[in-house]
């Protein structure tokens, strides 16, 4: 195969017919087959040569050319590529180092296997276009919902065609029980596509939250234009699902532009879920008023969140506690997911109990620690009192604000809260000590002996080794398994310690310790682990 005249118009058109069956840029073409001529012509030549090969776009006419680029005496190491600049001086007036000296050779002669070979590289050149290309296209509609027509089943996927590719969509991705038969018209979320050896892999989905919300967008108006937005999805493809929606304008119900008129909106989105009942609930920035939406149509009497748990307390009547749960605890759970939080349902009686157990288990504290009888305890309870260190450390006043009870009285209570917990706190550091714990841990601000006691049981019983902690270990925190969010008991979460207590504790402890520097704290904060996922 002789690059001559003949058949250089040939490579142009071969270019063009090819571009034109893979939909690439016919130029990428015609630089493979560059590539392909010059490796040829290496193997002709000798491999330590630099040799490029340039095809004209207009006649095809390819031109094989040598290049030599100049270089130091001291640094010439290929021959064949390299010139002095004395050698240079042959080839140009004034050489100087980085210069290329270009002489065009005869065109080779490809014979069978050369051909051969020259070919293979083209071919691999033309599906990395092709390939290129197909990510380009479908990584920019990541995120969006694609319509294809179903080409075959395998083992319970779906293989769809998408117009310039192929699409799968896992039977773990479709809806209930759905299926499919070749040339059946589908809509699907693209929920990824990566760049794999054997070209891109477009995965497709009809569970993802976010399909729904792509089908809002493209029903309601208002949210493809921004007036309205989907704040939060939570679904359980197939039976349920819940929206979170805010409008930005406050002539416009958010909820009922979804709904449409006489329901024709959501109905159509329905419609594509294959029947999914679909709760639309106003989105609001306040944590309980957006609860107490999620959790319709349960009626809720009192929400109680904490923050710094991320977990929230529900109360409901008793009659409504199986509405508010749902079926199979789908209600509860999809409101978990919109909201973000683990939810605790309770009925008012089960508060009540709770709230008489906390008000038992107080009363006792005092009458076992301050010698008390139970009408007194009860009193400071119910004063709101929840532990000792509030009635030893408070302010005098604050107890004598207290019906019956005197100067003499208040001082008394004082001094025993005092004694009780200098008692617990000896034998805490007796028990510490026993366990081995080291003087560097007594020293240290911030830990109060029964925390250092905890912390010894658990096997942290020098500086270091509290230094070396996790903030999460000591406070807890929560850890997603499959979904799931699992609580982690911290070590010191029982004393009130929280998540930025801890890591003020570490930090400190790290710098007493100048395994950090200080002034790199500004530069570099600590990261939050608060929650590993899994």
Same mark, same amino acid.
């Given at each position: ?270 419609? #594509? @879920? *294959?029947?999914?009942?679909? =709760?639309? +609930? ?5 944590? &309980?008023?957006?609860?107490?939406? $999620? /959790? ?115 001082? #008394? @209570? *004082?001094?025993?809260?005092? =004694?009780? +917990? ?5 034998? &805490?550091?007796?028990?510490?000590? $026993? /366990? ?99």
């Amino acid at each position: 195969m002789a690059i001559t005249s003949a058949n250089q118009l040939e490579l142009l058109q071969t270019a063009e017919a090819v571009a034109r069956e893979k939909m690439i840029d016919p130029d990428l073409v015609i630089q493979a087959m560059e590539d392909s001529l010059a490796r040829a012509a290496k193997s002709r030549y000798g491999s330590e040569m630099d040799i490029r090969v340039h095809i004209d776009r207009k006649t095809g006419r390819a031109t094989f050319t040598r290049v030599r680029t100049v270089v130091a005496d001291e640094e010439v190491e290929n021959y064949q590529a390299q010139l002095t600049v004395a050698q240079a001086k042959q080839y140009k007036r004034d050489p100087e180092i980085g210069d290329e000296i270009i002489d065009e050779v005869p065109p080779v002669d490809l014979g069978r296997i050369a051909a051969q070979s020259a070919k293979q590289v083209i071919l691999q050149r033309v599906r990395e276009a092709e390939r290129d290309r197909q990510f380009d296209e479908f990584k920019e509609r990541k995120g969006t919902i694609i319509n294809g027509v179903v080409k075959r089943e395998e083992y319970g996927n779906i293989i769809v065609d998408v117009g310039r590719g192929e699409a799968i969509l896992r039977r773990n991705e479709k809806i209930g029980r759905e299926s499919y038969r070749p040339n059946d018209r589908i809509r699907a979320y693209v929920k990824d596509v990566r760049r794999e050896t054997r070209g891109p892999q477009i995965f497709l989905s009809r569970t993802d939250p976010q399909f729904m919300a792509e089908l809002f967008k493209m029903e309601v108006p208002e949210i493809y234009d921004g007036i309205i937005e989907i704040k939060a999805v939570a679904r359980d493809p197939g039976s349920r699902a819940k929206i979170a929606v805010l409008s930005h304008d406050n002539s416009i119900d958010p909820v009922g532009a979804c709904v449409g008129m006489r329901g024709s909106r959501v109905q159509a989105v329905v419609g #594509e @879920l *294959q029947g999914e009942k679909i =709760d639309i +609930i106003p989105w609001n920035e306040d944590q &309980a008023t957006f609860l107490v939406n $999620a /959790l319709q149509p349960a009626e809720v009497s009192k929400v109680v969140v904490d923050e710094d748990a991320g977990k929230i307390e529900v109360v409901v009547p008793d009659e409504q506690l199986s509405l508010a749960i749902g079926r199979r605890g789908q209600n509860v759970r999809l409101a978990s997911q919109l909201t973000g939080l683990d939810i605790d349902i309770l009925t008012e009686a089960e508060e009540s109990q709770r709230r008489q157990a906390e008000f038992a288990e107080r009363t006792k504290l005092f009458v076992d620690a301050l010698d008390l009888d139970e009408f007194f305890a009860q009193l400071l309870v119910a004063e709101g009192f929840t532990n000792l260190e509030e009635v030893a450390y408070v302010d005098l006043d604050e107890l004598l604000s207290i019906e019956g009870v005197d100067e003499g009285t208040a001082e #008394e @209570l *004082q001094a025993r809260a005092r =004694d009780y +917990i200098e008692e617990q706190n000896r034998k &805490a550091i007796e028990a510490a000590k $026993a /366990l081995g714990v080291e003087q560097s841990l007594f020293d240290f601000d911030g830990l109060t002996p029964q925390m250092i006691e905890a912390l010894a049981k658990d096997d942290v019983k020098t500086l270091e080794d509290f230094a070396t902690c996790a903030d999460w270990e000591l406070a807890g925190g929560w850890t997603t398994v499959n979904g799931a969010r699992v609580k982690d008991e911290g070590i010191l979460e029982k004393f009130g310690v929280s998540l930025e207590d801890a890591q003020s504790m570490i930090m400190t402890a790290r710098i007493q310790l100048g395994w950090v520097d200080p002034s790199e704290l500004a530069e570099e904060p600590e990261e939050s682990e608060e929650e590993v996922e899994e």
